[in-house]
């Protein structure tokens, strides 16, 4: 069942949102876990009828392996939902059977699916005006609203836009009805920042879309170091207008000054998406301010990014060392520094250790749910390890709350999904909103090369500014088409040369062309290369993959369909140490359903283990 395409429903006094996984009643609102949420629309959708344990688990779980210990922990998960909620609805179990959803109170006997309009409000935080009088400080002002929507995130359960699509509306696109038929929001919050020697003075306003009228306006005035006390207040104003439960407030005090400019000035040099913020400022900040947690985070994930995408040479595990200290020191400040979890995801290797990888991104999604980024990194982890739709859940809620940071990776989801009409549509509208994201070109001109769609390949390469037709990413994707293109028996003689060299000099083989020989009918050749080929040194902190590919999830996509036929794709996914994280998590990859005609994903996993146990003993 994929929750982004379930409607929203009402179960007698509940908003049911299954996209968003939410469930809000007349004082109150919880987000459910994604299997959760999937039986309550199952049991929703059987009208009171009694619903087998086998029919919920094909609905739910599919071809995941589940035991009655899942089930009922999410029947009692469900029954909890019930009681907070005041006895809207309960679940009977029908022994031996399975279970029967049904509505305790006396408005309404069945649970009713209805259509329902999303029952909470949608918030854009816009980009605050900068009213210095000095051009060079605008950063300044997109860096305190920037901090407000972060704060109003954290501190509610409102849904609100991310930075990187609301900060996008400026000028004229900022005003209120602009705004609501971009984004889909029903409220705005703008304002402008003036910054002078005594401090920060910010007005803000927040707005109706529909009335177009003024709901509240605030001032605030503080010194530099009570900076995060004033975002804070201005996000429980925001609460308290818009009638929404607020938590306590963040755990942080007062900050130096200095070591505050430092770190906006840092997280400014990395504000166009791929540059990595400023890891100078960044160590002059914490070293002025230790207690700073937001500081030591971004430092934390700043080198993460550095030593994952940069050659550190000799200096890799020094820099490690450095990942490791600053994102500890974040999380023994404050242990909801979404950025530290990241972090220490990021330097774990790409093979071998997906477990502990999952395990710190969990820990993130519990302290973050509704922050996009974190969203987005939970699903490349699921996407990595073969578990598509779990992955494409996620994307989807990400694409909703930040469509311009989330888009491309939404859209390579839609892909692996089997969906390739709906991905080529967001390709183009989104493309057309933002041409200047660089993930999404690339990934325009990958899906093109991919699909052997020459005509759009071209269409999306001829739109691209010169700036980025240059950058290194795009021009990869370009000389590989050229080759691609290529009529004569070069293009395969080249990659099977490029894969055997890669063997041969103990680097990481290019699965990307092992994938594109495949499909053109060259299997025997690619596969005799990788049963040669070793892949030991990506179970290494320092193991990369070939030059531009991102990671494994290449591995679940259409353009792998052909290797995945071939029942030697098993022994690759084993040398990559997939096979064995799939049998200690209890659950195999959503790809064993499609090459069930083939073979048994189950049995050649076992097959593979007890050789591999055999050959260690």
């Known amino acids: 069942?994929?929750?982004?395409?379930?409607?929203?429903?009402?179960?007698?006094?509940?908003?049911?949102?299954?996209?968003?996984?939410?469930?809000?009643?007349?004082?109150?609102?919880?987000?459910?876990?994604?299997?959760?949420?999937?039986?309550?629309?199952?049991?929703?959708?059987?009208?009171?009828?009694?619903?087998?344990?086998?029919?919920?688990?094909?609905?739910?779980?599919?071809?995941?392996?589940?035991?009655?210990?899942?089930?009922?922990?999410?029947?009692?998960?469900l029954r909890a939902l019930g009681a907070r909620c005041g006895g809207e609805f309960a679940i009977e179990t029908i022994a031996k059977v399975g279970y029967r959803l049904i509505a305790t109170k006396a408005a309404a006997t069945v649970a009713t699916i209805t259509l329902v309009a999303a029952p909470r409000p949608r918030l854009a935080v816009l980009a605050f005006d900068n009213l210095t009088g000095d051009p060079d400080l605008a950063w300044f002002a997109d860096a305190i609203s920037e901090d407000i929507l972060h704060t109003v995130i954290k501190i509610t359960d409102l849904e609100v836009v991310g930075r990187s699509t609301s900060f996008a509306l400026r000028g004229a696109d900022k005003a209120a009805d602009r705004a609501a038929a971009l984004l889909g929001v029903t409220h705005v919050l703008d304002g402008s920042v003036r910054r002078d020697a005594n401090g920060v003075r910010i007005s803000t306003e927040?707005?109706?879309?529909?009335?177009?009228?003024?709901?509240?306006?605030?001032?605030?005035?503080?010194?530099?170091?009570?900076?995060?006390?004033?975002?804070?207040?201005?996000?429980?104003?925001?609460?308290?207008?818009?009638?929404?439960?607020?938590?306590?407030?963040?755990?942080?005090?007062?900050?130096?000054?200095?070591?505050?400019?430092?770190?906006?000035?840092?997280?400014?040099?990395?504000?166009?998406?791929?540059?990595?913020?400023?890891?100078?400022?960044?160590?002059?900040?914490?070293?002025?301010?230790?207690?700073?947690?937001?500081?030591?985070?971004?430092l934390a994930h700043s080198r993460a990014l550095l030593l994952r995408w940069a050659d550190q040479g000799g200096a890799f595990e020094p820099m490690r060392a450095s990942v490791v200290d600053a994102a500890d020191r974040a999380l023994s400040l404050d242990p909801d520094m979404v950025l530290a979890h990241m972090a220490l995801a990021l330097i774990e290797p790409v093979c071998g250790r997906f477990h502990v990888q999952r395990a710190i991104i969990e820990r993130a999604l519990a302290a973050a749910p509704d922050e996009a980024a974190v969203l987005l990194h939970t699903c490349s982890v699921l996407d990595q390890t073969g578990y598509q739709r779990q992955a494409l859940e996620l994307a989807a809620r990400?694409?909703?709350?930040?469509p311009r940071l989330a888009g491309a990776l939404y859209v390579e989801q839609l892909v692996s999904a089997g969906r390739p009409d709906e991905a080529i549509a967001l390709f183009d509208r989104d493309l057309a909103?933002?041409?200047?994201?660089?993930?999404?070109?690339?990934?325009?001109?990958?899906f093109a090369l991919e699909d052997g769609d020459w005509p759009r390949f071209d269409r999306v390469a001829r739109a691209m500014s010169p700036a980025m037709a240059?950058?290194?990413?795009?021009?990869?994707?370009?000389?590989?088409?050229?080759?691609?293109?290529?009529?004569?028996?070069?293009?395969?003689?080249?990659?099977?040369a490029l894969m055997r060299n890669e063997a041969r000099g103990g680097e990481t083989v290019s699965l990307h062309w092992a994938a594109l020989l495949c499909d053109r009918g060259h299997g025997e050749a690619v596969f005799e290369i990788l049963e040669a080929a070793s892949f030991a040194h990506l179970f290494e902190p320092q193991g990369r993959l070939a030059p531009n590919e991102m990671g494994l999830n290449m591995l679940f996509t259409p353009l792998f369909a052909a290797m995945r036929r071939d029942v030697r794709f098993m022994d690759l996914c084993a040398k990559l140490g997939l096979v064995d994280y799939w049998a200690r998590a209890g659950q195999w990859p959503d790809f064993a359903r499609e090459v069930a005609g083939y073979y048994d994903v189950a049995a050649q996993s076992a097959r593979l283990l007890a050789a591999s146990r055999s050959s260690a003993a």
């Open 1 to 77: 069942m994929q929750l982004s395409e379930q409607a929203s429903f009402r179960l007698a006094e509940l908003a049911v949102e299954p996209s968003l996984r939410a469930v809000t009643w007349p004082g109150g609102r919880q987000i459910l876990q994604p299997k959760a949420m999937q039986v309550l629309v199952a049991l929703a959708a059987a009208d009171g009828a009694v619903v087998s344990r086998d029919r919920l688990v094909a609905q739910c779980w599919g071809a995941a392996a589940t035991g009655d210990d899942a089930i009922q922990r999410v029947i009692r998960d």
């Open 433 to 446: 909103r933002w041409p200047n994201v660089l993930f999404l070109n690339s990934s325009a001109l990958r």
């Open 398 to 402: 990400a694409y909703a709350m930040d």
């Open 470 to 496: 240059r950058h290194p990413i795009i021009e990869h994707i370009v000389d590989k088409s050229r080759r691609l293109r290529d009529v004569s028996p070069a293009p395969v003689d080249h990659g099977l």
């Open 206 to 298: 927040l707005v109706d879309c529909a009335s177009r009228l003024s709901l509240w306006a605030g001032r605030f005035e503080r010194s530099l170091e009570e900076v995060f006390a004033l975002q804070d207040g201005v996000a429980r104003a925001v609460a308290r207008v818009l009638k929404v439960a607020c938590a306590p407030s963040l755990r942080r005090g007062a900050v130096d000054s200095t070591a505050f400019d430092l770190f906006l000035k840092a997280r400014r040099a990395g504000a166009g998406g791929l540059d990595i913020p400023h890891i100078g400022l960044l160590e002059q900040a914490t070293a002025r301010s230790p207690g700073f947690a937001e500081a030591w985070a971004l």
